[in-house]
């Protein structure tokens, strides 16, 4: 029986699709395809019943996004899951600066849950969604 | 066709001044030297995503307009502003950052660079207690330890490991590379063997993969260059180190206090520290020691989490510790290829790296109270100029929602978040390809960008928009003083 919700620590950093799709433009499809992503651990996958390509949904208590789960190859790496730098990760991210100016981008705790019948939005509909312009 | 030699590659910290261009009929059509991420910038300034004429936002929608009409329209706003932000800068040259620093000062405003969502705690900590530091021409020549702590340069900076650490070939440490190419194809090797068997045998398991390997470590002890990684989660530059060692996330302050007491040959009463066996921690203390030339490169897996300024600080303290065994320095792994530039400028205009504010005449330095995120979400500025850069993408949800509630002036190449939320959106030239300018390397190296390119006919430079405005704020001002 798969598990409905898993407790996890949320990374961000950069990925090389990441790096090579921001140079391409942060309009284009491949940017897109490198940070709507999350990176999870093969267990904890099979904890919550899904596979590489399922969306899921991932909320912290600074917001919520969807997007799409990609199994992590090089290590098991439980617990944690990883999500590129931009506009799906700034989403959940904490916005305590500690009073240095540095938000915590890195060790955020958050929840996973599968949501393979919710959409991963668009920059420009997650945009709208959030500011409205 | 020509080919133009020695370009500097305008992405990241590393500055690679090798690149081979290829130009065809007024267009690069050719990359050669550079990373995927070199080879993406340079071929991509043409694509559809570029800006190609200003915007200004009428009736909620981004309409064109000349260039004159978006300088007006963004004097106005700047010259109007009680509190407004002028933010980015990484991304351009020294002589653009130069102008923005003026500008600010004219408009009373705030000038960030973003470092402060990168290594300004870095900045704080080497104010604190110093940094001993070289450029990446003595790593290159001498390191024979190289340890990444919290980076990737495999993905953020690709170029890093071939160029000027572990698999150069310096004057006086050879490169293992040959090590590295047959390490890896060993591996490759070994995939292909276990697929195959799967595919004959489904019910055939592979045998279990040790995460750390067991004490005595082989590759720590080897001779020659090594080259160690320390991080929350397994990189990709982690599968080509001699050694990984994995960190709870959150955890690197506490191990590299462990570290410091053994080096100083105290003895620790635990078993593991920041999930860490003590006796790998040992063997690390012990290759740190033994090593004539070591260097640590850290990234923001330090500056990002739990502690922020406090790692580094205990990171350079560890460094200091070292350097009474043998020779150690320390680098911050910058992220864009001017953020270097950023900091400097400022700091010779200002006094200060980044987070200064010129709101009462003269600059004031207080991260925290004058760094742009917390001013966003104290929800203090009214009005935001931002230059090279992608706030949007990059701030916290709380920060960006006020910065686009307010009139926001956007100098940008390429459409990307923060100009689709822009009033007034300006395309500027890409420097260092349709642009002269000076940016300077991680190390603090100036380097002159090339112009290989002309730009689109009439679009203008970062530097020559940000003149332009500045100039357009002095007339509005002087004619406000007129009019009192």
Same mark, same amino acid.
């Given at each position: ?33 490198? /940070? ?21 949904? /991932? ?7 969807? /997007? ?43 929840? /996973? ?21 | 066709?020509?080919? =133009? ?11 690679? #001044? ?11 059509? !050719? ?19 570029r800006i190609r004429t200003p915007l200004i936002r009428k009736d909620g929608q981004l309409v064109p307009a000349s260039y004159d009409e978006a300088i007006r329209k963004a004097a106005e706003i700047l010259a109007n502003a009680n509190y407004p932000l002028l933010y980015g800068w990484?991304s351009t040259s020294c002589e653009a950052q130069r102008v923005g620093i003026e500008l600010a000062e004219e408009i009373g405003g705030v000038v ?72 890896? !194809? ?22 279990? =993969? ?10 720590? @002890? ?9 991080? @929350? ?17 959150? !955890?690197?302050?506490? =191990? ?14 635990? #078993? ?42 205990? @990171?350079?303290? %560890?460094?200091?510790? %070292? ?35 010129y ?22 500025s009214d009005a935001a100029l931002v230059v090279a850069s992608d706030p949007?993408?990059?701030?916290? &949800? ?5 910065l686009v &509630?307010n009139p926001l002036i956007v100098i940008d190449p390429h459409m990307n978040?923060t100009a689709t939320m822009g009033d007034v959106v300006f395309p500027s030239a890409f420097v260092?390809?349709e642009a002269e300018g ?16 002309d730009p689109p006919e009439g679009i203008l430079t970062d530097e020559e928009i940000l003149k332009r405005i500045l100039e357009e704020v002095r007339i509005i001002k002087s004619q406000e003083k007129e009019v009192?």
């Amino acid at each position: 029986m798969a598990q409905q919700k898993l407790h996890v620590t949320l990374l961000t950093g950069r990925t090389i699709e990441q790096g090579v799709g921001k140079e391409r433009g942060k309009s284009s499809e491949e940017y897109f395809e490198a /940070v709507s992503v999350c990176f999870m651990d093969a267990q904890d996958m099979k904890k919550l019943g899904i596979k590489s390509g399922t969306n899921v949904q /991932v909320t912290t208590p600074y917001g919520s996004v969807v /997007v799409k789960a990609v199994k992590y190859a090089r290590a098991p790496t439980s617990g944690l899951i990883y999500i590129p730098y931009g506009p799906w990760a700034n989403s959940v991210c904490s916005n305590k600066t500690s009073s240095i100016g540095m938000p915590s981008f890195k060790g955020t705790p958050a929840e /996973v849950e599968p949501a393979p019948d919710k959409p991963v939005l668009s920059m420009e509909q997650l945009l709208k969604n959030q500011f409205g312009k | 066709m020509s080919v =133009v030699k020695s370009v500097t590659c305008p992405v990241c910290g590393c500055l690679c #001044d090798d690149i081979e261009l290829t130009v065809e009929n007024g267009e690069i059509v !050719k990359v050669k030297k550079g990373c995927s991420m070199s080879e993406s910038k340079f071929l991509s300034y043409k694509s559809e995503h570029r800006i190609r004429t200003p915007l200004i936002r009428k009736d909620g929608q981004l309409v064109p307009a000349s260039y004159d009409e978006a300088i007006r329209k963004a004097a106005e706003i700047l010259a109007n502003a009680n509190y407004p932000l002028l933010y980015g800068w990484s991304s351009t040259s020294c002589e653009a950052q130069r102008v923005g620093i003026e500008l600010a000062e004219e408009i009373g405003g705030v000038v960030d660079n973003t470092s402060v969502v990168c290594h300004g705690p870095s900045l704080l900590s080497i104010q604190e207690v110093g940094i001993p530091t070289c450029t990446l021409g003595q790593i290159r020549h001498r390191a024979d330890l190289i340890i990444y702590w919290g980076c990737d340069p495999w993905s953020a900076h690709p170029r890093h490991v071939e160029r000027y650490t572990a698999f150069t070939e310096g004057r006086f440490e050879s490169s293992e590379w040959m090590d590295y190419v047959q390490r890896f !194809k060993a591996a490759a090797g070994k995939k292909k063997i276990q697929s195959a068997i799967r595919i004959k045998s489904p019910k055939y398991k592979p045998p279990p =993969v040790c995460e750390i390997p067991g004490a005595p470590l082989p590759a720590i @002890a080897k001779g020659g260059r090594k080259m160690i990684v320390i991080d @929350a989660r397994k990189t990709m530059t982690a599968t080509i180190a001699d050694y990984f060692i994995r960190v709870e996330p959150n !955890k690197d302050y506490e =191990v590299m206090q462990a570290l410091r007491a053994l080096i100083r040959d105290q003895e620790l009463d635990v #078993d593991k520290v920041g999930g860490v066996p003590v006796e790998y921690l040992e063997e690390l203390a012990d290759a740190m020691i033994n090593c004539e030339f070591g260097v640590i490169f850290f990234g923001l897996g330090l500056t990002m989490s739990a502690g922020k300024m406090r790692n580094i600080e205990v @990171a350079i303290s %560890l460094i200091r510790d %070292l350097n009474m065994r043998t020779k150690f320095v320390i680098m911050p792994m910058r992220g864009h290829f001017n953020v270097a530039g950023a900091n400097i400028v400022l700091t010779w205009q200002s006094g200060y790296p980044f987070a200064v504010d010129y709101s009462q005449g003269y600059p004031r330095y207080n991260p925290g109270e004058t760094s742009v995120p917390d001013i966003l979400l104290r929800k203090d500025s009214d009005a935001a100029l931002v230059v090279a850069s992608d706030p949007v993408a990059t701030f916290p &949800k709380a920060a960006v929602e006020h910065l686009v &509630k307010n009139p926001l002036i956007v100098i940008d190449p390429h459409m990307n978040a923060t100009a689709t939320m822009g009033d007034v959106v300006f395309p500027s030239a890409f420097v260092g390809i349709e642009a002269e300018g000076t940016a300077y390397r991680m190390d603090r190296v100036p380097l002159p960008l090339k112009k290989v390119v002309d730009p689109p006919e009439g679009i203008l430079t970062d530097e020559e928009i940000l003149k332009r405005i500045l100039e357009e704020v002095r007339i509005i001002k002087s004619q406000e003083k007129e009019v009192a």
